[in-house]
């Protein structure tokens, strides 16, 4: 046997011991021969990257069918090897899945191309989830090989991991795949984020583990007095997930940090309750955190009692109480059917998503994609569907329905049916009559009333309140095509009227490029789709108008032309160019004074604009600005430090933290223990609880702001601070 294929068997004998290991090995050697002259960016053998693909999915228990097309998976693509000699060597199963893979890998990533691979990764997951399973492994290899690729590629790579491959991995329950995934993007995407979480978790580790310990010791202890076998474990953080939940639950870290999370695996699902009642015995549990994953299972065969008490200390305790077999299932999910083969029936070949089996949430993906005509619209309705948790609701006759959470009778009626959904006039919510945007809670019963007329059809108004992606789209493609002029007018009109309302200027905010970089982000193909989009009532016209003034550099640079020509900020009432720590070349007495668009200091490159009546601006070269000054060439002067003990300097710093109570009192003290006289400061928090401050202040020497910026960065949850140019940033 070749010696390289020696871990991989040792991992395939433990995890699915009746594999044809002889077959392996020929796919092996029939891949190492077609790739052999081939390298990767890394400079290793192609080969190690489907054999370490091959390794991640033995880890996970698949059969040797898969474990075969992983090893062949790029053969067809980047190699002469055909799928027909393929088909031949291998059998129909093994080609199906090698072309499947292949068939993703072909469409180049762009946006709606995006949309389009995604929407084809569906249609071969429909056939085989095998498919996906492999396409998995292979994105969590090449994102743990990923710094050897520029860095727009990583990035993009990353994004696409954190919005589409992890968010698949969760629906398909492989756990252990989603976490890696996520913390590799989340490390490539925001590098200084992470380092400050990975930083404040190190930090706290050993007074954390005691803790932990002390728990562990206590429920072992418990279980084993109640003569139950059973196996305690403290559950691993994983960066992101600290992160995710700063955001989703609005708390700082030391809040999410506290809280301790415990394993707890027994024998039998009875054994699961019992243990439940010994650790609520021993603790209070807190209200409304009880969650019984075991009676009604996750959209992703997900299956687990979860409870939060009072531990120690006062201090929340996190607990999971599953079976050995549940606990499996719920790190390897749909590859863990392989493992548990009995339970998937015996119709078919394994990787086939059969009617009425666990996997659902595909064949519900499978119709819209078929309802769908526009990959760009598909795409954001699988994120929207992929980032949110879920409610279980009841028919009348109790058949379980999964909505997303904040779902409402809409949502439920077109998850019945697309006519029910269109035709619905009013709902009844556990036998009361309710509004039609009330939200349902778990265990609800919900009964939809219809209307008998030929033309009923959706409101407008519904899509305000939807949650589910299959009633926006079928609202939306109700109304769109022919109202799609009217709407790209109302929105032309919105914007203008928001612009109007904020006395800004239109020519210079409604110029072709940036409304059109402005639609790029925000993932509309072109201007009138952005103008629609407002019409509809997609996106607010406010918001609109916000992300284009900020685009520009703010509402200063919106208001002025570049009028900073024509308003000089006098400093401090030193007149002339000594005070200001300039001389303008060839005149010692000129009025000098520094811009405020960038803050200039010494040892910046710097250029003068002689203003009207105002003497000489002085601005750093690589200012926003100065592009416009130097179309009047004859009003740029030479000009040089010369800072005097008594010259005093603008600057303004950004400062970016994971926010937290007290943040701000704590960066202004650090600022005024550094002996800087803070003229102005503002502070935005975004969603994604990221506080970001802006600081100027004065200075009498530049070359101290190094000893400054060390002392922000070092106060806990500062992740980056720098010096900013104004406006421009």
């Not at 583990?209 to 072992?220: H, P, T």
């Not at 002025?560 to 001389?583: F, H, M, Q, W, Y």
Request: with cysteine.
């Amino acid at each position: 046997m070749n010696p390289v294929l020696e871990p991989l068997f040792r991992t395939v004998r433990a995890t699915h011991p009746k594999a044809d290991l002889r077959l392996i090995e020929r796919a092996y050697d029939m891949a190492a021969y077609h790739h052999r002259d081939q390298k990767r960016k890394s400079g290793d053998p192609y080969i190690t990257h489907p054999l370490a693909v091959a390794t991640i999915l033995a880890e996970l228990g698949t059969d040797d069918e898969t474990l075969c097309a992983a090893l062949l998976h790029d053969t067809v693509e980047d190699t002469a090897y055909g799928l027909e000699e393929l088909r031949g060597d291998f059998g129909e199963t093994i080609a199906s899945l090698v072309d499947g893979v292949t068939k993703l890998d072909k469409v180049k990533f762009g946006d709606a191309a995006q949309a389009e691979t995604v929407r084809k990764m569906v249609v071969a997951m429909s056939r085989d989830i095998r498919v996906l399973i492999i396409k998995l492994a292979d994105r969590l290899h090449n994102m743990r090989t990923m710094r050897y690729l520029p860095e727009h590629k990583r990035h993009q790579k990353s994004r696409e991991t954190l919005e589409i491959f992890a968010p698949l991995a969760h629906r398909l329950g492989m756990n252990t795949i989603k976490w890696e995934l996520e913390d590799l993007a989340f490390a490539m995407l925001y590098p200084k984020r992470y380092d400050e979480i990975a930083r404040m978790v190190s930090e706290r580790a050993p007074r954390r583990d005691l803790f932990l310990q002390e728990v562990i010791e206590k429920v072992s202890g418990d279980l084993r007095e109640a003569k139950m076998r059973a196996v305690v474990k403290g559950r691993p953080k994983h960066y992101y997930s600290v992160y995710q939940k700063m955001i989703a639950r609005d708390v700082a870290f030391d809040d999410i940090y506290d809280l301790v999370g415990i394993r707890v695996l027994v024998d039998t699902v009875r054994d699961c309750y019992a243990a439940l009642g010994t650790i609520h015995a021993r603790w209070n549990p807190v209200p409304g955190r009880f969650k019984d994953y075991i009676a009604m299972p996750k959209f992703n065969m997900y299956q687990s009692l979860h409870t939060t008490v009072i531990g120690p200390e006062g201090k929340p305790v996190e607990l999971q109480i599953r079976t050995h077999k549940m606990h499996h299932k719920a790190e390897y999910g749909v590859a863990a059917h392989w493992k548990y083969k009995e339970e998937v029936g015996s119709g078919g070949p394994p990787g086939k998503v059969k009617p009425g089996s666990d996997m659902a949430w595909l064949r519900q993906l499978l119709d819209w994609q078929k309802e769908t005509s526009d990959p760009g619209e598909f795409l954001e309705s699988l994120r929207f569907d992929l980032s949110v948790s879920e409610v279980y609701v009841f028919t009348p006759r109790g058949q379980v329905v999964s909505l997303p959470e904040g779902a409402t009778p809409v949502d439920f009626a077109y998850a019945v049916h697309t006519e029910v959904g269109h035709r619905c006039i009013g709902a009844r919510v556990n036998g009361r009559l309710v509004p039609l945007e009330s939200r349902l809670g778990n265990g609800d019963t919900v009964e939809i009333f219809t209307s008998k007329s030929p033309d009923a059809g959706p409101s407008r108004d519904w899509l305000k309140f939807v949650k589910s992606g299959r009633a926006r789209n079928k609202i939306r493609q109700w109304f769109s095509k022919e109202r799609r002029e009217t709407a790209i007018e109302a929105g032309k009109e919105a914007i203008g009227r928001a612009m109007r309302k904020q006395g800004l200027p239109l020519q210079r905010l409604m110029s072709g490029e940036s409304l059109l970089a402005l639609a790029r982000d925000l993932r509309y193909p072109d201007v009138s789709a952005l103008y629609a989009a407002v019409g509809e009532g997609h996106v607010a016209a406010q918001a609109v108008v916000q992300k284009l003034v900020a685009s520009i550099g703010g509402v200063e640079s919106a208001e002025e032309d570049i009028a900073e020509t024509a308003l000089p900020t006098r400093l401090r009432g030193r007149p002339r160019g000594g005070g200001a720590g300039v001389v303008v070349a060839g005149d010692a007495d000129v009025w000098v004074r520094l811009s405020k668009c960038c803050t200039p200091v010494p040892g910046d490159e710097i250029v003068g604009f002689v203003t009207r009546g105002h003497g000489v601006s002085v601005h750093r070269a690589d200012c926003t600005n100065v592009q416009q000054l130097k179309e009047q060439p004859d009003r740029l002067v030479e000009v040089s430090w010369s800072p005097s003990d008594d010259s005093v300097f603008l600057v303004a710093i950004q400062v970016e933290a994971l926010d937290r109570p007290r943040l701000l009192s704590d960066v202004t003290r650090t600022l005024s223990d550094q002996h800087v006289n803070i003229l102005s400061a503002s502070v935005t928090t975004s969603r994604d609880r990221v506080a970001v401050s802006r600081f100027t202040f004065e200075m009498g020497d530049p070359k101290h702001l190094g000893h400054v910026l060390k002392a922000v960065r070092s106060i806990q949850g500062v992740f980056d601070v720098y010096r900013v140019s104004g406006a421009s940033g």
